[in-house]
């Protein structure tokens, strides 16, 4: 089945600089969005960006959508040690169930 | 007041045994899911059911049977565990709109190893 594809795999910076991350899918969507999963946890939303938007905001967070070229970016601003994670993107592609992609580990050290 | 609750977090069993996984969800949301997570970390969808409806069965053995006694709760039951069941279980739960899937709130996951 198609499924979001997220780069870098993983991703290591230290406390107060930015990270983004991409993802590219393959068909068209509704919807696109970012999850944080924390070690042992299970995920959290973090944004959702509709096929018609181009960019969206929350708090730290910066997500863009470019819908020519089947991808997305995350862009976490000054980040923090707590925001070491894995990070998935998921799309909503008609007709089908969310298809996650295979994550982004972000490790932030202090 | 947890929004989606698992039960139990931890499964530790031998092969061939039958198993259950419990989920609840207390937001009123009309969808459920469960979710496979590999050792990668690649979370697969399994089952999507709305107000007790199956709507997704992807493809998943039929030694897999989830059940919906209401809305609010979605099982899961698992006959003959094999090794290869070892993973984690994620139950979510969202509105259904017409037409997309919108925000999905997730449980912390049950810990599965087959021995």
């Known amino acids: 089945s198609q499924q979001g594809e997220e780069d870098p795999q993983a991703l290591s910076i230290q406390e107060g600089e930015n990270a983004t991350m991409n993802c590219s899918y393959k068909?068209?969507?509704?919807?696109l969005q970012w999850y944080r999963q924390n070690s042992g946890r299970g995920l959290v939303h973090l944004i959702l960006?509709?096929?018609?938007?181009r960019e969206k905001h929350s708090g730290r967070l910066r997500v863009t959508l470019d819908t020519s070229k089947k991808s997305s970016s995350l862009l976490i601003t000054a980040s923090r040690a707590a925001d070491t994670a894995s990070y998935f993107c998921?799309?909503?592609?008609?007709?089908?169930?969310?298809?996650f992609g295979k994550g982004t580990t972000l490790s932030v050290s202090s | 007041d947890t929004a989606v609750s698992q039960t139990p977090k931890y499964l530790v069993t031998q092969m061939g045994n039958d198993k259950s996984i419990k989920c609840e969800q207390n937001?009123?949301?009309?969808?459920m899911y469960w979710y496979k997570q590999d050792s990668k970390k690649f979370l697969k969808i399994m089952f999507s059911?709305?107000?007790?409806?199956?709507?997704i069965n992807e493809t998943v053995p039929n030694r897999f049977s989830p059940k919906s006694p209401d809305k609010a709760h979605l099982n899961l039951h698992i006959n003959s565990l094999e090794l290869g069941d070892s993973a984690v279980y994620f139950c979510?739960?969202?509105?259904?709109?017409?037409?997309?899937?919108?925000?999905?709130?997730f449980g912390p996951g049950t810990r599965l190893l087959v021995l």
């Open positions: 068909t068209s969507i509704n919807n």
């Open positions: 960006i509709r096929s018609n938007e």
């Open positions: 998921a799309t909503d592609q008609a007709g089908t169930a969310l298809i």
């Open positions: 979510a739960s969202s509105h259904k709109t017409s037409g997309s899937r919108e925000t999905q709130y």
């Open positions: 059911y709305n107000n007790k409806e199956l709507i």
């Open positions: 937001l009123g949301h009309d969808t």
